[in-house]
């Protein structure tokens, strides 16, 4: 993965060959006219902001990011799911999994809880509910814009208050709170600008309480072998999903702008192409990519119901993998990979560069599927689980040669020469395949072979097994 990380996608350079860079890099109020204002359904007539036409006000001020606020571009949802349309708003808030230690929940500060159990939107309820709002304002961070703006109308929705009255948000450029704000959500980098004037959050408590489950289940499905390029693997799968897959929304996770793009023209051409070479009717799919430099009305665009039925592909970057929820989507694309800053010490700079995903990162991918639905989440990428213990397995029911073994599924062969390679260097097996005598005692233990290494080093040395075993289980819990 980290290999392909460093190619980037075909696609996206085939792309980028098609048009120019400064046709792919318009600013929003260029998007008319252009492939991807078609694709989102740009009018080509829209207005540019025009100083001598604005509106002054009685300073002589014009405003122009009023309309790309993303206020006045969220309206009351209409719902999707069969969940969302057959229960209430507070029947809702009861399914949740983070409802079962409500009480529990209000002497809490720090929660952790897996993707979709309520930790965003019912936390701050709760502690409103039982009174803490009396003497302050309750805030609550989240890492993007988006994300800041849809918990926000979700809140207000469910508190049964207008959006920047009792629940608000906040911005960089924009403040939608009032003075009867009582529940605040923000970006990180607006409570840092706050904590500047006031630093003191002595007075919180810092106990740590789990949460478990999540609203619904979530199959997780892998490629049987790597993908070489993911922007175009996340395409076919979206349109064999299309085709063939009971009704549901589709997001596709992509590293960024010039991908998003890229994915967004090919799913189109796809569509043209499949809708004239079959004489069948095709169901029709509604693209939506959504990245930061989109403007808010088409970024908002994400969050309305479809029409005539529809089905919705959203093309985002990891803005959506945390704390976003979008009702219908019962599909995740996740391609293994995003962006990360890193220093470059010769250039004196910092760069966003394309790396494998962490598990928790992936996880969090996954989740999105599981919020108003059961769901599925097919990953680009192969499971990554340590085949030396089914190399040890069938080391010792005499089978030699690996690679030409009859395997109902077969893993890739890079995976089992890699296994194969680490027994080795452990000293499991001999230079010509066969098991060693350390070979056939790792057999007998259900650890992964570096871990049984290191009991065996243990025992020998005349260490406590039992106090160390969990020490060895616990390292199976890392995220990365």
Request: charged share 25%; glycine share 8%; hydrophobic share 40%.
């Amino acid at each position: 993965m980290a290999i392909i990380s460093c190619k980037r996608s075909a696609l996206v350079r085939e792309i980028h060959e098609k048009q120019s860079m400064n046709k792919s890099r318009q600013r929003f109020w260029e998007l008319a006219g252009s492939k991807l204002g078609d694709i989102l359904g740009v009018e080509k007539t829209a207005e540019r902001i025009d100083a001598d036409t604005a509106v002054v006000g009685e300073q002589g001020e014009v405003d122009f990011k009023e309309d790309a606020k993303f206020a006045q571009y969220l309206n009351k949802e209409e719902a999707v799911s069969n969940f969302a349309r057959s229960k209430s708003i507070a029947e809702q808030r009861q399914y949740l999994p983070i409802y079962s230690v409500r009480d529990d929940l209000l002497q809490v500060v720090v929660v952790i809880g897996e993707t979709g159990s309520g930790k965003t939107t019912q936390l701050t309820q709760y502690f409103h509910e039982d009174g803490y709002t009396k003497n302050g304002i309750l805030g609550c961070t989240q890492p993007r814009r988006v994300t800041t703006m849809s918990v926000a109308k979700r809140v207000s929705e469910e508190m049964e208050t207008e959006l920047g009255d009792k629940v608000g948000y906040a911005i960089r450029f924009e403040d939608v709170t009032g003075p009867n704000t009582v529940i605040k959500y923000m970006t990180d980098g607006l409570l840092l600008r706050e904590t500047l004037k006031d630093s003191d959050l002595d007075k919180y408590l810092v106990p740590i309480f789990h949460i478990p489950g999540r609203t619904f289940p979530v199959n997780v499905l892998y490629s049987k072998t790597p993908c070489e390029d993911y922007v175009d693997g996340a395409v076919k799968q979206a349109m064999t999903i299309h085709t063939t897959s009971p009704p549901g929304d589709i997001l596709i996770f992509k590293t960024g702008q010039d991908e998003i793009e890229a994915a967004c023209y090919a799913v189109a051409e796809s569509m043209e192409q499949l809708i004239s070479t079959t004489k069948k009717a095709v169901p029709k799919l509604l693209i939506l990519p959504i990245y930061s430099q989109l403007p808010a009305d088409l970024q908002a665009k994400i969050f309305q119901r479809a029409e005539n039925g529809a089905r919705k592909c959203i093309v985002a970057i990891n803005i959506a993998e945390t704390s976003l929820t979008v009702d219908g989507i019962f599909y995740v694309i996740g391609t293994g990979y995003g962006k990360m800053k890193v220093h470059n010490p010769r250039m004196g700079m910092d760069a966003l560069q394309v790396f494998p995903l962490s598990r928790a990162a992936a996880d969090q991918c996954a989740g999105r599927a599981g919020r108003t639905g059961p769901g599925t989440c097919y990953r680009l990428y192969t499971e990554k689980d340590n085949l030396g213990n089914v190399v040890l397995l069938l080391k010792s029911l005499k089978i030699d040669n690996l690679l030409d073994f009859d395997l109902m599924d077969p893993p890739p062969q890079d995976n089992i020469l890699h296994s194969m390679y680490q027994l080795w260097i452990l000293g499991a097996l001999k230079n010509v395949g066969g098991l060693t005598d350390l070979g056939w005692k790792m057999v007998e233990f259900p650890l992964d072979p570096p871990l049984e290494k290191m009991g065996f080093k243990l025992i020998n040395k005349g260490s406590n097994l039992l106090m160390d075993l969990d020490g060895w289980l616990e390292i199976n819990r890392v995220n990365y």
